[in-house]
């Protein structure tokens, strides 16, 4: 059995942590930390964990029993894993679900995140963990960072495209959230009377996930012009892609394209014209699509921003590098409805 940790466990990545460990059987959930909760039992917290977890209650983060602990999840907001990990004991694996190590350029990070990268030496140690594009490094890693949930979605739908020459300029990203993607402290944008019937965009052009995705695609910032939008759902991330390609391609082509890359990945589905947040939700899927008209390019990415957007992709890491089969806890329907 691993013994793992989550700092932050009181979140909605962590909570989601949490949920899928307690159906992976070779993992012991030791221990997890809450600011405002420390001394509750998780289940007086989140009732629906009553019965499953009734021994464990939040602690401090500070009191985080690193020596007996095989690997820690962080899911932590930002800024907060980058002076924790110095302190942690070499042997302790980590995956971080905060943007803290994705961007290995301290000047694009405190560009973009308006915090200075506290040590970059520290950050070289991190493996930027998505294992559809970088599994072996995965596999060989003690330290991990977690994706971002749109980051995710994006480079999945664009990675075969740019990576194969298809592109031909700019790629025009228009990508939506759920609600649940903005944690659990209540801010006016994720108030209930806002949010609902609603759909506005927020951080044009400067999201923070930006330069994580034009570092994983080595295809130049002034290329991908990426909107984010805040969408009235709770779960989900609705990617859409739209790009010229260098030749007139057609919808088998595309498929073709997308197959030779992903199809054999556990994860992934193709699905055509038919990507719709209903039918990843609850589960680890990113599904991508697309339609084509000639020259012209649209590729669509689905994903549940708390499964492979967070805790399915950090799980599905943990798996990796330890060792498991690579959907251990996580082969499981999506929900619908
Ligand atoms: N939500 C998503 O869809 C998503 C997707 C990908 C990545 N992420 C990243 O994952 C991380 C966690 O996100 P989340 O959505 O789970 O956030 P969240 O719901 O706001 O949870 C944050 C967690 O950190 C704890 N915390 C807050 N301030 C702290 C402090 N000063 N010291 C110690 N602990 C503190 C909170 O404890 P209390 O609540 O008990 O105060 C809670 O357990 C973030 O970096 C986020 O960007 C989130």
Redesign the pocket.
């Known amino acids: 059995m691993v013994k793992v940790g989550i700092a932050?466990?009181?979140?909605?990545?962590?909570t989601e942590l949490i949920h899928i460990l307690l159906r992976h059987p070779h993992v012991d959930i030791a221990w997890v930390?809450?600011?405002?909760?420390v001394g509750k039992a998780v289940a007086e917290l989140y009732p629906h964990l009553r019965g499953f977890l009734d021994h464990l209650k939040f602690s401090a983060?500070q009191d985080v029993p690193a020596s007996s602990l095989d690997l820690l999840f962080l899911?932590?907001?930002?800024g907060?894993a980058m002076k924790m990990v110095p302190g942690l004991p070499d042997r302790l694996a980590v995956i971080d679900?905060?943007?803290d190590f994705r961007i290995s350029d301290p000047a694009v990070f405190e560009e973009y995140y308006g915090i200075p990268l506290e040590d970059p030496e520290v950050q070289k140690r991190f493996v930027y963990g998505l294992p559809e594009i970088n599994r072996e490094d995965v596999r060989r890693a003690r330290y991990v960072s977690n994706p971002?949930?749109f980051a995710t979605a994006t480079i999945l739908a664009l990675y075969p495209l740019v990576k194969g020459g298809w592109v031909e300029g700019p790629v025009f990203v228009d990508t939506k959230t759920g609600s649940?993607?903005a944690?659990?402290?209540p801010t006016a944008g994720t108030h209930h009377p806002r949010r609902t019937n609603s759909l506005f965009p927020y951080k044009p052009f400067r999201h923070q996930h930006l330069p994580e995705i034009v570092q994983a695609l080595g295809h130049p910032a002034n290329r991908v012009v990426f909107q984010t939008y805040s969408a009235p759902f709770v779960r989900g991330i609705f990617a859409s892609h739209y790009m010229t390609l260098r030749r007139p391609a057609s919808p088998e082509e595309v498929r073709g394209l997308f197959m030779d890359h992903y199809g054999s990945e556990p994860f992934i589905r193709w699905v055509a014209d038919k990507p719709d947040v209903n039918y990843v939700r609850h589960s680890n899927f990113t599904d991508i699509g697309a339609a084509v008209d000639g020259t012209y390019l649209i590729v669509w990415s689905v994903l549940d921003?708390?499964q492979k957007?967070?805790a399915g992709q950090a799980v599905q890491n943990m798996n990796i590098m330890c060792g498991f089969p690579e959907g251990t806890g996580l082969n499981l329907a999506p929900v619908h409805p």
């Open positions: 932050g466990g009181s979140g909605y990545g962590g930390s809450s600011q405002q909760h983060v899911a932590l907001p930002h907060h679900l905060s943007g971002g949930c649940s993607g944690g659990n402290s921003n708390l957007g967070a």
